[in-house]
């Protein structure tokens, strides 16, 4: 049963046709890569034609591709969806608020009406308004939610604020557990996909950006309780965006899904616990890591009974 519930057979993407790295988003996220010398227009070729062999490579392991095309040009972190909705068991999808005003507008009643139109969708709960109150809760890319043992794990950061991740938890019925992380430079980390995965049997997770041990040692109990194996990550894979990775339901098993680089990142010892119980599927996506985000921020799970 945990399979099902931990790893979707289905995702969102959208299409970017006018991708770039996104100015407004860079003060806070130190994983954004500056490449003043490629044009505007060559970085948006590159990544389209990264993005289309995403699709492909997912629909070659059977994965289920809902592909949505973004022809404006002012919403250039649009190829990143998970972080302005998401989906869950019982018929639930959630709209968040976002910290960027470029991202608010990636937001398309298109993509909620094809939700439910394929899918059994019970209810739509709508956090955008509270952008009102500076309140941010960027899904998930702030949260990382294991959906069996129903905990939302997040790092502490201006993207994911503490009464609004409250009140998704009460909604939802998640035990939050927030914890304090920096890199090495002491920055708060932007987002929490950025240094945790949970798949169905392991789960990766860098705790060295832990700065709180006792609230470390509490994760990692509740990870191992949950008969996880744990891939502890270092700093430096996180920085070749190893944290980074989604475990989905392909047609012939389970499949981990991340960037040719965070596949290249990982030890040989750690592909091994990985594999076990997941194929290990590259993407290779150079071109669009350069807004700070990597294969997993492209997919938006679908969690939700097909009609």
């Not at 519930?5 to 996104?22: D, G, K």
């Not at 990636?106 to 955008?128: G, H, P, T, W």
């Not at 502890?232 to 070749?240: H, V």
Request: charged share 25%; hydrophobic share 40%.
């Amino acid at each position: 049963m945990r399979n099902k519930v931990q790893a979707p057979s289905a995702v969102v993407m959208v299409r970017p046709h006018h991708f770039t790295p996104n100015p407004e988003t860079a003060a806070d996220n130190a994983f954004q890569l500056p490449r003043p010398e490629l044009t505007a227009d060559s970085i948006s070729a590159r990544a389209l034609r990264e993005f289309d062999e995403a699709v492909r490579v997912l629909m070659s392991h059977g994965v289920r591709v809902h592909v949505f095309d973004d022809l404006g040009t002012d919403t250039p972190d649009s190829v990143f969806p998970n972080n302005w909705f998401s989906t869950h068991h019982g018929g639930r999808v959630v709209i968040y608020p976002m910290a960027a005003p470029s991202r608010r507008t990636e937001r398309r009643a298109d993509i909620i009406e094809m939700l439910k139109r394929d899918y059994r969708v019970q209810e739509v709960i709508d956090y955008s308004g509270m952008e009102n109150d500076r309140l941010f809760l960027e899904g998930t890319g702030a949260m990382i939610l294991d959906h069996a043992e129903r905990i939302a794990y997040v790092g502490a950061s201006q993207r994911a604020d503490p009464i609004l991740l409250e009140r998704f938890c009460t909604h939802l019925g998640y035990e939050p557990m927030v914890f304090a992380n920096t890199d090495p430079d002491g920055a708060a980390i932007y987002h929490t996909n950025v240094i945790m995965s949970i798949g169905t049997e392991f789960a990766l997770v860098c705790t060295d950006v832990m700065t709180d041990a006792a609230r470390r040692d509490e994760i990692m109990a509740r990870l191992t309780e949950s008969g996880r194996d744990i891939i502890d990550l270092s700093w430096a894979q996180i920085k070749e965006f190893c944290g980074n990775a989604l475990e989905l339901t392909g047609t012939d098993g389970r499949i981990l899904a991340c960037s040719q680089r965070a596949a290249d990142g990982y030890t040989d010892e750690q592909r091994a616990i990985i594999e076990r119980s997941a194929t290990i599927v590259p993407i290779d996506v150079p071109t669009i890591e350069l807004a700070g985000g990597s294969v997993r921020c492209m997919l938006a799970g679908i969690h939700l009974t097909p009609r």
